[in-house]
């Protein structure tokens, strides 16, 4: 955790946690550390105002820095205990899922722990700061916190609340004001006994939130953290207010309720339990499962609680220890409870339950509840024995302020008149005749003597002086070195202070109602404890604080060293000056009489040393600056409230916290308006006028400057403690309590005061740390100018409020060292103006509202323009007032760098902001500005920014939400001042102070061009500035127009634009044109301005004052706006070039890639491998090498290497120790023609007489030169090796070559001098001159487009990764398309058609295909003229095979005699390949570049080929998702196309080759001898008696017949279906059956079986057609009976006389006769 340790606010040591857990717990978050030395206020400014970030924490150590960074922005989110994940996080912690939340986020703690925590870390002011932001995010705040220690009782956290401060509505309806700690409200309480199911917090969040929204005012385990397991919170009570804002959908009660909550089980905690009984209005208890010791304390409950609630949530049958019976009906009566006091609540919601306690506690309000106020309820723990945190110092503290305040009760006006009298008239006409004679001296006149005599009487007036009893107190308080009731001092005087001023409002108001002091309420039961509101009398100190003893109770322990002794007897009113300087004996006068002079010195405006003062030992300023604010070293560092401080270990050191938390008119909010409380709610949104007799802290202070400003009226009165009141103030200022500047009131400037404090401040501070930087909030005082500082960096001024708190007040903080690094500069000097009123009718507090402005403005580096939400009522006059200050401010000759705060977003709110926005450019543009420019950034233009917050200052209800971007809102503030800062001068303290003389002199004489009161100029003037922005965005809007015209020249050069010199050129016309342009514009724009101060009856008196102003912004804007078109003009010609050039690399590396991915695609695909990414990175990077060492880049300059390599060489030398040569390396960069020479000047003179006489060193030289040549052969390598590097030249080269010199000398062991060595580097660094600077000089190209193109390199590659992958897969695709769809279909086109045009040949060519008789006749013929025994078997036995053989035979020999199968093949093929071209190239129409699926259009182009191409396509294979791939469809064309060109080629080489019969026909779909069989088939049946084929040629006949009948021994015997034939096919043999032999009866017999077959007996007179074969028969007899296996048939002779011839004759006489 980045906070610093303060120091211990009392030497009582708290005692750390016994329970490990809580230990452990403490040390997880870091704040273990801070268990004895507490964070502190001054912890917030590391932690929150130097914080420009809202980061999210990273480990538990960072969760307290993050809640208390998001409080103070007043985030939703600052409980929240989540943490990112880290590999480092919660390493000590259980990370088991039990203990972590899933997701993005870790919560390892309850945020309610950390909550108590931050707490139980933190001292009781940090505490009350904590508590006023929690209120404001309507957080619930810690009331009661627990102990660590058990034998400790908790702690009633008392002080922390008496900072929260808010508006509401009473109980009558009325606007009240006042501190929630000392308020009169019903008080509910709420405890739970038991383990219960229903959340008790959201319960509450419902009844406290209202009706309409439910806000997560109590934790609850329904948030992140809020399951797991508490640690240290149990037994925490916190408390919540429900305040009533008018608006009945938000109010859920008449009246104010605060409602507080007991964490964990009531049981375990009697203490606190007792308490809430006993302060309590009402008790609400949630009972869970009960237990004995339950029912004993329900008991006790309700005997103390004056009205008793009880939730009935129990589940019986989950506890068995639970008391049956004792919850329900049976409760009240065992209790004696009222009917209707048990509420069941078992199945209900929280929101329902909510709901019912919400209906019970509307009927007890606002009447039968008791009113009940924190502090009672504080006296009441001290009697149960609960701590209480307002201990002994803090009450000494009170009873001081009480004592300072005595006889304020009379009235502020009265109490100021007789206690700060220096405030009177006198101090206020003292300033007027200051002011008066500085204008007679101005102008030159002599003093008015009048004016001496009325000052002087004055003076004399002054001089009588008496010290007063309250500013006795004050100071003698102040000087205190007890630094926490010093603290408790301010702190209390400023709540004081501001509770009397809030029951004067209360009572003006409505005087007869007072909610805190109602007395008649008969419901204030406890009156013996609870006896006073706030507003109570004090003197009865145990009304507001116990005897309980507290942490910083240690007044005792205070240091032995201590010089001084405060007296707190009190003074008489007529005790004088000198009386006020008692102090020890031995202090002596600290101040002489230089003193006085430097109090001179400084009124006129010159700067005072710090080592001017004179130091005296032992003064109290010794005392207090020395032990307190300087140490050894002199260092600051930040304290309590995030001011100054000193670092180092001083004896003693005084400590003093702020005394009023900045929230406590923020937390005043706006209440929605209501009929019933409508003038209320106008109070509240009215512009409000401070009251001009209000009295505040800053009065007191004020008094204590003038009281030191009387030493140069009186030295009489310049007594010790007098003169130690600067030094007193700068302690102050350290710790946080700011310095005022100028008294408002009075419109006057304290400077000898002032000059005392700067000098004090100086003389503390080391000379080196006093630069400063100043940043002023100038805004009307309803602007909450206070607040928002208070905001943005944490600091507390005055808060103007409804008190008439007039004066500019200055604030400091040391910046940390980085951010001090960062910004040059030691302080940030903050300047609060308040009580600004411009619209006030009283002119003089209208004069001295300028003045104040008027200075504040001056002093300022950065000036925020505070613009307050309702800026529309007062707008002229407000834009007047400010615009009035910076014209002052700008003839004076400093200008700050305004920006701009709004508080809404309002029309009139940003109106103002624009008006004032234009002005202050106005007026920033001129040079040698103090707020915008220095040494090292002359001519610096500033930007005015304009942020929003919609800060809670607003508000005045705490009821009303803080906006949900006001986080967002105040780090984006904070970002621009601080870069707004940064751009300032940072002046010394010395500086400052002259430099407010300086403008305090210039107000006091009104040396200003523009009066005081003129408000009729600044309105002209911020018109003009209206209007002249107007015309200077015309003159932008058309210079705008004209850069796009030339741009579009500069890009119709296109590839000319390369050429340098048309470059040049083209850009030097445009420029001189651009600048032409622009003098005209701006002539232009001269003459409007001065004809408008011509007409304006304003302006026009005082042209000198504004012309310059305006002309020099003009020439301001003339430079800027041609300074801008030349950039551009050149960022645009770059631009084009570059463009080009990449398009040009683009178009190579699109070349070079195309080859690459075609050939690695070819590969791929002829391989069957697929390419991995890494062959594919690598195969990219030969191809982007190649580029960039090819490509013609433009040269640009470059610069010559020769000083580099001459540098390390010296170093080189140097390191070496050889220094004597260093006068050689001048010759490095001259060319080297000739080559190295060793010479005798390398070698020793021992050396060379050693080998004098061995042929004069010949040997020595040549083992030498040996060596030479050997390293710059190494170094030729050496060049080469880095020159085909795709890097630049690297003065690491030379490195690496000195150093291989020196390796190759080191090896070979040589009676050699070191000028060898020299002479060898020298040479080859020469060599190096050259050869490298050709590589440098290759690289030193257009850098910027060649980091363009490299920083694109990985987008190339993925781009050729995924261009191979598409175009391998569209390739594969493709290819799978051609060899499965296209090639079958191309096939199958060519060669369906072929088989039938081959039978068509055979048949016009062959005869016997012409019919079944010819073809049979033939092969009959055929077997004759063979002569083949295996032929007439086939033929008999296998006749279909036979005839099919037959007919193969003469295919193939017909396609072997036939050359027309090739041409037919080829121009089948040109036909098929030309309609697929078409059908895809019809596809292709307007697809160029579009992604598209293959699949759908694969379909179209098979539907073309089919309708317009009339080919048959087989889409089978289409279906499925091989084809199914997305790509560019013209990509894939052009793969199709490719592929379908390379198939047509295969298949036409494959045609043009000689034709395989075979193979031919095995393409063919229809085979040829199959067709041709169809055709002389003829009819199928055979004869049921010898298998003869039917001859019978008509169709469709029903008698079969055959023309020859064969024997029947040509055939088997089982073949022969019938056993009777005629005699012609039978043989006779002996033995027959004669009747069997008998034709007639056989053949009557098979005409009756067949009747089918006409076969009829044989003719005797027609011998002739058995012929044939008998013929067969007698020639193949034997061979048929060894076939058949049987005898040889016995055969006639006549059969064995038949020829060949007869038989032959026979067989076409058989079918001639058929024929015919």
């Known amino acids: 955790m980045s906070v610093k340790f303060p120091k211990r606010l009392s030497s009582k040591r708290r005692k750390p946690p016994k329970d490990n857990a809580q230990a452990e717990l403490l040390h997880n978050l870091g704040l273990d550390a801070f268990w004895n030395a507490p964070l502190d206020p001054a912890s917030m400014l590391d932690i929150s105002t130097w914080n420009l970030e809202n980061q999210a924490p990273l480990d538990l150590k960072a969760l307290p820095s993050a809640f208390l960074r998001r409080l103070w922005l007043l985030s939703q989110d600052a409980r929240s205990p989540c943490c990112k994940p880290s590999s480092d996080s919660l390493t000590a912690l259980d990370t088991s899922p039990e203990t972590l939340n899933g997701g993005e986020s870790q919560c390892a703690i309850n945020p309610l722990d950390l909550v108590s925590a931050v707490f139980m870390s933190a001292n009781t002011f940090l505490q009350q700061e904590m508590t006023v932001h929690m209120v404001q995010c309507q957080f619930a705040v810690p009331l009661v916190l627990p102990s660590t220690d058990p034998e400790e009782a908790s702690r009633f956290l008392l002080w922390p609340l008496r900072g929260v401060v808010s508006q509401f509505l009473g109980k009558n309806g009325k606007l009240q004001e006042g501190n929630l700690a000392s308020t009169y409200m019903p008080i509910v309480s709420c405890v739970k006994f038991g383990h219960c199911n229903v959340s008790k917090s959201k319960v509450l969040n419902h009844i406290i939130s209202g009706p309409k929204s439910c806000n997560d005012t109590f934790l609850h385990r329904g948030m992140d953290g809020g399951q797991l397991p508490r640690k240290l919170s149990n037994g925490l009570v916190e408390i919540g207010w429900h305040l009533l804002t008018g608006d009945t959908a938000r109010d859920g009660f008449p009246v104010p309720v605060a409602i507080s909550n007991l964490r964990g089980d009531a049981s375990k905690h009697e203490g606190c339990l007792n308490l809430l009984c006993q302060a309590s209005s009402a008790m609400i208890v949630f009972c869970g499962n009960l237990r004995e010791k339950d029912k004993q304390l329900l008991a006790s409950c309700r005997d103390m609680a004056s009205k008793l609630i009880l939730i009935d949530i129990s589940d019986t049958e989950k506890n068995e220890h639970s008391v049956v019976g004792f919850v329900g009906v049976n409760l009240e009566q065992d209790m004696g409870l009222p009917e209707g006091s048990v509420l069941q609540g078992e199945g209900l919601s929280e929101e329902e339950l909510a709901d019912r306690i919400n209906d019970i506690l509307k009927d007890l309000l606002p009447d039968k509840l008791k009113l009940v106020s924190l502090e009672a309820a504080a006296n009441l723990a001290v009697e149960l024995g609960l701590n209480v945190d307002e201990g002994t110092v803090c009450k000494k503290a009170m009873a001081k302020v009480e004592k300072v305040l005595e006889g304020l009760d009379e009235g502020s006006a009265q109490f100021r008149e007789k206690q700060l009298p220096l405030q009177g008239p006198w101090w206020s006409k003292l300033a007027e005749i200051e002011k008066m004679e500085s204008k007679q001296r101005k102008e030159g006149n002599q003093n008015d003597p009048r004016l001496q005599k009325e000052k002087t009487d004055i003076l004399a007036e002054l001089r009588n002086y008496k010290l007063t009893p309250a500013m006795k107190t004050f100071t003698n308080a102040l000087f205190t070195i007890d630094k926490v009731e010093r603290t408790y001092f301010l702190k209390w005087m400023k709540l004081r202070l501001q509770s009397k001023q809030t029951e004067k409002q209360n009572i003006q108001q409505d005087p007869s109602t007072n909610l805190q002091t109602d007395t008649n309420n008969d419901m204030l039961e406890y009156s013996d404890y609870l006896t006073h509101g706030a507003n109570g009398d004090l003197e009865d100190s145990d009304s507001f604080c116990s005897d309980s003893t507290f942490e910083e109770e240690s007044s005792e322990e205070q240091p032995v060293n201590v010089e001084l002794q405060v007296s707190d007897q009190p003074c008489d009113n007529g005790q004088d000056l000198s009386s006020y300087g008692d102090i020890e004996p031995h202090s002596e006068s600290r101040l002489d009489p230089v003193i006085e002079e430097q109090f001179d010195l400084m009124s006129n405006g010159i700067e005072i040393q710090g080592g001017e003062i004179v130091s005296m030992s032992h003064s109290f300023d010794e005392q207090i600056s020395d032990s307190v604010f300087e140490n050894q070293n002199g260092h600051l560092e930040s304290q309590e409230n995030g001011t100054l401080s000193c670092h180092g270990t001083p004896e003693y050191e005084p400590e003093l916290t702020p005394a009023t938390p900045d929230s406590n008119s923020s937390t005043k909010q706006q209440m929605s308006p209501d009929v019933s409380v409508e003038p209320q709610l106008a109070w509240c949104l009215q512009t409000f006028e401070p009251d001009p007799f209000s009295l505040g802290l800053e009065h007191f202070l004020r008094e204590m400057g003038l009281i030191f400003e009387l030493t140069h009226i009186s030295r009489s009165s310049r007594n010790q403690k007098v003169l130690r009141l600067p030094s007193l103030a700068v302690d102050l200022l350290f710790y946080g309590i700011p310095l005022e500047l100028m008294d408002g009131d009075a419109s006057n400037i304290p400077i000898r005061w002032l000059g005392s404090i700067f000098a004090e401040l100086k003389r503390r501070l080391p000379q080196e740390q006093c630069k400063t930087r100043v940043l002023t909030n100038l805004g009307v005082h309803h602007a909450k100018n206070a607040e928002v500082l208070s905001s943005v960096f944490g600091v507390k001024f005055p808060e103007g409020g409804k008190r008439s708190t007039r004066g500019v007040y200055m604030g400091a903080l040391r910046l940390p060292d980085a951010l001090r690094m960062d910004m040059d500069c030691d302080f940030l000097l903050l300047i609060d103006v308040e009580g600004l009123c411009p619209a006030s009718l009283d002119n003089k507090t209208k004069i001295h509202d300028h003045e104040m402005a008027t200075v504040a403005t001056g002093l300022s580096n950065v000036l925020i323009q505070n613009i307050a939400s309702d800026a529309s009522s007062e707008l002229e006059t407000d834009i007047a007032f400010i615009v009035n200050a910076l014209l002052r401010i700008k003839e004076f000759g400093s200008m700050p760098n305004c920006q701009l705060l709004v508080q809404d977003e309002g029309i009139n709110t940003l109106l103002q902001a624009s008006q004032l926005k234009r002005v202050s450019e106005m007026l920033q543009t001129e040079t040698g500005d103090r707020g915008t420019n220095n040494a090292e950034q002359p001519n610096t233009k500033t930007i005015s920014c304009i942020t929003c917050v919609k800060g809670p200052w607003s508000n005045v209800s705490l009821s009303e939400p803080v906006e949900t971007q006001y986080s967002e809102a105040v780090l984006s503030l904070k970002k621009n001042l601080f870069g707004a800062l940064k751009k300032s001068a940072a002046t010394g303290l010395s500086e400052f102070m002259i430099h407010l003389c300086a403008i305090w002199d210039a107000v006091k004489e009104e040396s200003f061009s523009i009066g005081l009161q003129n408000t009729e100029i600044a309105l002209a003037f911020s018109i003009l500035c209206t209007e002249f922005s107007q015309w200077k965005t015309s003159f932008l809007e058309h210079m705008e127009n004209w850069i796009i015209g030339a741009g579009k020249k500069i890009f119709a050069t296109k590839e000319k634009v390369l050429d340098a010199e048309i470059q040049n050129d083209l850009l030097n016309e445009l420029k001189d044109e651009g600048r032409e342009e622009v003098n005209t514009e701006v002539d232009k724009l001269r003459s409007q301005v001065e004809a408008y101060l011509t007409e304006d009856d304003v302006l026009k008196e005082r042209t000198e004052t504004f012309k310059p102003i305006l002309m020099s912004n003009i020439g301001d804007l003339q430079e800027r706006v041609t300074e801008e078109i030349t950039q551009r003009l050149a960022t645009v010609g770059e631009s084009h070039c570059s463009s080009i050039q990449v398009k040009k690399f683009e178009t190579v590396l699109e070349k070079e890639q195309e080859s690459k991915l075609r050939a690695l695609v070819e590969n791929s695909i002829s391989t069957k491998l697929l390419l991995q990414d890494e062959q594919l990175e690598e195969e990219f990077e030969g191809v982007w090498s190649n580029i960039l060492s090819s490509f013609d880049f433009r040269p640009s300059e470059t610069d010559d290497i020769t000083a580099r390599v001459t ?433 007639s009866v056989a053949c009557k017999d098979l005409l009756s079986l067949r009747p089918d077959w006409n076969i009829y007996p044989e003719d005797p007179d027609s011998q002739m057609p058995t012929a044939y074969w008998r013929y067969v028969l007698v020639r193949y007899n034997d061979k048929f009976a060894k076939e058949y296996e049987r005898e040889p048939a016995t055969i006639p002779e006549e059969w064995k006389k038949i020829t060949e011839e007869e038989a032959l004759h026979s067989l076409r006489e058989a079918f001639l006769t058929k024929t015919y």
């Open 1207 to 1639: 540098e390390v060489l010296r170093l080189n030398l140097i390191s070496r120790g050889l220094l004597k040569h260093i006068k050689q390396i001048e010759v490095i960069g001259q060319n080297k023609t000739s080559s190295f020479q060793v010479c005798d000047e390398h070698f020793g003179y021992r050396s060379r007489l050693k080998h004098m006489f061995e042929d004069n060193n010949r040997l020595q030289r040549v083992e030498a030169q040996q060596v030479a040549c050997s390293v710059i052969e190494e170094y030729n390598h050496f060049v080469a090796e880095k020159s085909v590097l795709p890097a630049d030249f690297s003065d690491s080269y030379i490195t690496e070559m000195l150093g291989s010199v020196e390796k190759a000398l080191k090896e070979k062991c040589m009676a050699i001098k070191s000028a060898f060595e020299v002479d060898l580097k020298v040479y080859l660094c020469s060599l190096a001159c050259q050869d490298f600077q050709k590589v440098h000089d290759r690289f030193a190209k257009d850098t910027e487009l060649l980091t363009f193109i490299t920083a694109t390199k990985s987008s190339y590659l993925a781009k050729f990764i995924y261009r191979f992958r598409k175009r391998d897969q569209c390739q594969r695709v493709a290819q799978a398309f051609t060899s499965m769809i296209i090639k079958p279909t191309v096939l199958d086109y060519i060669y369906r058609p072929l088989g039938l045009r081959i039978v068509e040949e055979i048949q016009a060519k062959e005869q016997q295909y012409q019919s079944s008789c010819a073809f049979s006749q033939h092969l009959l013929e055929q077997l004759i003229h063979e002569d083949r025994f295996e032929s007439f078997l086939e033929y008999l036995l296998s006749y279909d095979s036979f005839r099919l053989s037959k007919i193969q035979e003469t295919v193939v020999a017909h396609l072997s005699e036939s050359p027309n199968s090739d041409k037919w093949r080829q121009q089948r093929l040109g036909e098929i390949v030309g309609k697929v071209a078409a059908a895809v190239s019809e596809t292709a129409e307007g697809t160029n570049g579009v992604l598209s699926d293959t699949k759908p259009l694969l379909e179209r182009v098979c539907l073309i080929l089919e309708s317009d191409g009339n080919v048959e396509v087989t889409r089978v294979f289409l279906d499925g998702p091989l084809f199914s791939i997305t790509t560019e469809w013209d990509r894939f064309v052009t793969c199709l196309m490719e592929l379908l060109a390379a198939m047509r080629l295969e298949l036409a080489q494959e045609f043009s080759q000689t034709v395989d019969v075979t193979q031919l026909l095995n393409c063919l779909p229809i085979q040829p001898h199959y067709s041709l069989l169809d055709r002389v088939r003829g009819c199928e049946k055979q004869c049921p008696l010898c298998r003869a084929p039917c001859e019978v040629q008509e169709k469709g006949h029903e008698v079969h017949s055959a023309l020859l009948h064969r024997p029947k021994d040509l055939l088997p015997h089982d073949l022969c279906s019938v056993s009777c034939r005629p005699e012609s096919m039978t043989l006779s043999n002996p033995g027959e059956n004669k009747d069997t032999q008998n034709p």
